[in-house]
C-alpha cells in the first residue's frame, strides 16, 4: 500500500505479528497509536523495551524473573518439597489464582513434540531430574496441558523421575468434567476419563 | 496480581489499554513479547517510537504526513479541483482502495457531536473552507461517515461552503445497499436511502 507511510507500514507489519492480530485489526491498533498522545504511545514502547531488558528466565525453575531468581523461588513461605511442573512461564498464573498450591515450579519451556522437533533436550527436562535427584522433594505435580503433547511429556517426566529418584511421588493433575459443565455438552474423551477418575462421595 | 513481575505488569497495563485488547489479550500479547527473541520484541517498541517521532499531519489537508505534506498533497498528478472531506486519517485508505478518486483530501479530525463535546471549532472545518475559498477547488465529496454524526457534520459543512464559495459543488456519498447484500437483510434506513436514490436504467 503506498497510501502508507513508510513508518506506519512498519508499525502495521510488526503488529500483525502479534498473535491473533490480523492485517485489519494491526491498521486499527496503529492508527490508534497515531491518535494517541504521544507519551502514551511511548509508554507501550518503554513497557516493551523494560520488559526484554530486565525480564529474564528464574535459574532455579525457569518462570519469569527480574534478577536470578523469581519471587516464588525467593519466597521462603513456599513448601520447598513440591515442584509443580508446568510447560510455560504464563502457566503458572491460573495455578496461582487457584489458591490451592503453596509448593515451588519448575517451567519446562513447552512439551516434547517429536513432529514439530521438540526433543527432552530442548525442554528443561534434565534441569528438574537434577534438581529432584539433589533430594528435598517430597512430590513432583505433572501440571503440563491435557493435550497429546502435554500427556506425552507428563509420562516421559515421570518414566525419567522413576529412575532417578524412585522415593519421589510423582502425581498427575486431575482430568473430568469442568466445574459448571453440562454433561449433554461433555466430549466423549473428557466424559471417559471422568468416569475412570470417579470417587467415593 | 503479585505473581507478575512490575515490568510484566506495566506491560500488560499498556497493551489493555489498546482498542479492543482485554486484560486476558494483553496477558497473552504480554508473554508473547516475552517468548519472542529480544530483537523482534523491540522491533515493536521501535516502530512505535518511529511513527510518533516522525509522523504528522500534512499542513495542507491533515492526513498523515512524514514531513510538512502527505504524499497526496505532493503527487502533482492529483486532481487539485476536487476535495474529499472525511472523519480520520484512516478514512483515506478505503477511499484510496476503490481507485476511483483521483482528487485531494481534507481530514476533519473527528465529527461534530456537541454531546460529546465536539464543536465546529474542534474540527478542521475552518482551515476547509478557507481552502475552499481561496479558489480552485470545483468539487468538494463529502465523505464523512454515514452516522447520525457524520450526516451532521456534513449538513454543516455544506452549508458553511455554500455561504463562503457559493461556485463550488458540494456533493455527498451515495447511500444505499452494499453490493452484494441481500434485499432481505438490509435494515429499513438502508432500504429507504436506496429507493429515494433510485437512479434509472
Redesign the interface.
Known amino acids: 500500500?503506498?497510501?502508507?507511510?513508510?513508518?506506519?507500514n512498519?508499525?502495521i507489519?510488526?503488529?500483525s505479528?502479534?498473535?491473533?492480530?490480523g492485517q485489519r485489526?494491526a491498521?486499527?491498533?496503529?492508527?490508534?497509536?497515531?491518535?494517541q498522545p504521544?507519551d502514551?504511545?511511548?509508554?507501550?514502547?518503554?513497557?516493551?523495551?523494560?520488559?526484554?531488558e530486565?525480564?529474564g528466565l528464574c535459574e532455579v525453575c525457569f518462570n519469569?524473573?527480574?534478577g536470578p531468581r523469581?519471587?516464588?523461588c525467593e519466597d521462603e513461605r513456599r513448601e520447598a518439597g513440591m515442584i509443580c511442573v508446568v510447560e510455560?512461564?504464563?502457566d503458572?498464573?491460573p495455578i496461582?489464582r487457584t489458591n490451592e498450591y503453596h509448593g515451588r515450579y519448575h517451567v519446562l519451556g513447552g512439551a516434547l513434540s517429536p513432529i514439530d522437533g521438540v526433543d527432552p533436550e530442548d525442554l528443561r527436562i534434565g534441569e528438574l531430574v537434577g534438581r529432584v535427584a539433589a533430594g528435598a522433594t517430597r512430590e513432583v505435580v505433572m501440571a503440563t496441558n491435557a493435550t497429546t503433547t502435554g500427556e506425552a511429556t507428563a509420562l516421559f517426566i515421570a518414566d525419567a523421575l522413576r529412575e532417578r529418584a524412585p522415593d519421589v511421588a510423582v502425581t498427575r493433575l486431575a482430568s473430568g468434567l469442568p466445574v459448571g459443565a453440562d454433561l449433554e455438552y461433555a466430549d466423549e474423551m473428557t466424559l471417559g476419563r471422568a468416569l475412570r477418575g470417579r470417587r467415593e462421595l
Open positions: 500500500m503506498t497510501v502508507f507511510a513508510p513508518p506506519v512498519r508499525l507489519t510488526e503488529l505479528r502479534l498473535p491473533g492480530i485489526t491498521q486499527r491498533l496503529a492508527f490508534h497509536i497515531l491518535r504521544k502514551e504511545a511511548l509508554a507501550l514502547a518503554d513497557a516493551i523495551r523494560e520488559v526484554k530486565t525480564v519469569l524473573a527480574v523469581c519471587r516464588i510455560e512461564p504464563s503458572v498464573i496461582e
